[in-house]
């Protein structure tokens, strides 16, 4: 028996319903979507900080919530873990004939283009749109960006970065029209536009603005701290300081980070 094959034989004795653990067996595939969400962003989190070690830690979590969804489905006679694997396989190599049938070798870029087309016409009957199928419940530049990728799988986007600058440009320009109208409906939807075009001007770097937006947000969190330190060391309340004597102590601490 294998490590995968132990795991799944611990799950099916914490749901025996006759001697199994009591929190296990009164779980469901809705009462684990908190827990579920949590363990990914967990996995996510060591992956940024590369802490390898955290990471296995946090995959086998991760695991354990699939196969934990499996054997829920199994016990409802609607599929098991056999035929979730076998589903993927099965995928794997549809999508990528690149590979299993070695007809041609192509980019990654052609590879995404690829997939995206191939899962259109498996979805056909559920899917009307290339755009279909995206989560809603993601974080909203991580939807963007996925809506913005199948639509370029089938050539609706731009060869070159320059018109994504031209774009950012003047969709800022509306934004600030937007703003001295004081049409605060307008300013919500030029917002929108804006953020748009960044997660774009990010896609065509090759990196993700959801990533992007999160290492400032920690560099953010580590300078503010900083100030925050350095006045309770000082022993001086930071509220009644002026915005310039934060700010000078900001780049402070945003020079200590680069030097």
């Known amino acids: 028996m294998n490590e995968f094959e132990r795991l799944v034989k611990i799950i099916e004795r914490l749901r025996n319903p006759k001697d ?96 995206e ?8 009957a559920t899917r009307k749109s290339v755009i279909d199928g995206i989560p809603r419940a993601m974080p909203k530049l991580i939807v963007a960006q996925r809506m913005q990728e199948k639509a370029a799988s089938i050539g609706f986007d731009w060869k070159a970065i320059e018109p994504v600058f031209e774009k950012l440009e003047e969709e800022l320009q509306e934004f600030e029209e937007a703003y001295r109208e004081n049409d605060m409906e307008a300013i919500q939807d030029e917002m929108g536009d804006l953020l748009f075009t960044l997660v774009n001007v990010s896609r065509k770097l090759g ?8 290492r400032t947000i920690k560099k ?35 020079q200590g980070e680069k030097s």
């Open 20 to 115: 199994g653990c009591p929190w296990d067996i009164k779980q469901t595939h809705r009462s684990l979507i908190p827990n579920f969400i949590e363990e990914l962003y967990e996995c996510i989190e060591a992956i940024e900080n590369d802490d390898f070690e955290h990471l296995s830690e946090e995959l086998g979590d991760l695991l354990l919530h699939i196969v934990m969804q499996a054997q829920i489905a199994k016990e409802n006679d609607k599929f098991d873990i056999d035929s979730v694997s076998k589903k993927i396989s099965d995928k794997l190599v549809l999508r990528h004939p690149h590979v299993f049938d070695k007809k041609n070798s192509i980019s990654s870029e052609e590879v995404q283009k690829n997939w």
């Open 117 to 124: 087309r191939i899962k259109l016409d498996e979805k056909k």
């Open 207 to 214: 990196f993700d603005a959801e990533s992007a937006l999160n």
């Open 220 to 254: 953010f969190e580590r300078r503010f701290k900083i100030v925050e330190k350095h006045y309770k060391n000082n022993k001086e309340n930071m509220q009644e300081k002026t915005l310039e004597q934060l700010d000078e102590i900001w780049d402070i601490a945003k």
